[in-house]
């Protein structure tokens, strides 16, 4: 018996509801920046181009990308029911432009000096799906 397991059981996985507009615009290859004006609360098009910035070596452009992704995704998770902790599922599509802008944030944080934010944000990714924060890696 595990002394430290937790009895109560972890939450339930919070799963956002899709927006199909908006990801099919993005998968159809429409500039993630249209789509992220079209549809401010789409975490992935924030995502997409914060993970641009930092490729083109931008860290301050991409560090406000995902910062926007980031809480766009947190206001989504908190009406489908999440109270701040437990599993945010990495194969449910929709979660995935929240947990890649919470990588993207963790990087950008760490490529402009900001340790504690980009620890806090990696321990948030592991914790909230160590399957995105694996296949992020």
Known sequence: MDLHANLLGEP????LPDQPEAREALASGTDPSEVAARTPTYSAAWAALAERALEAGDPVTAYAYARTGYHRGLD???R??????????WDHEPNQGFLRALNAL?????EIGESEEEERC????RESSAEAAEALS
Do not use: D, I, Y
């Open 106 to 110: 963790a990087r950008a944080a760490g």
């Open 76 to 78: 989504q998770l908190r």
């Open 122 to 125: 990696s321990t948030f990714l």
């Open 12 to 15: 339930p996985a919070t799963r």
């Open 80 to 89: 489908a029911g999440w109270k701040g902790h437990g599993p945010v599922p």
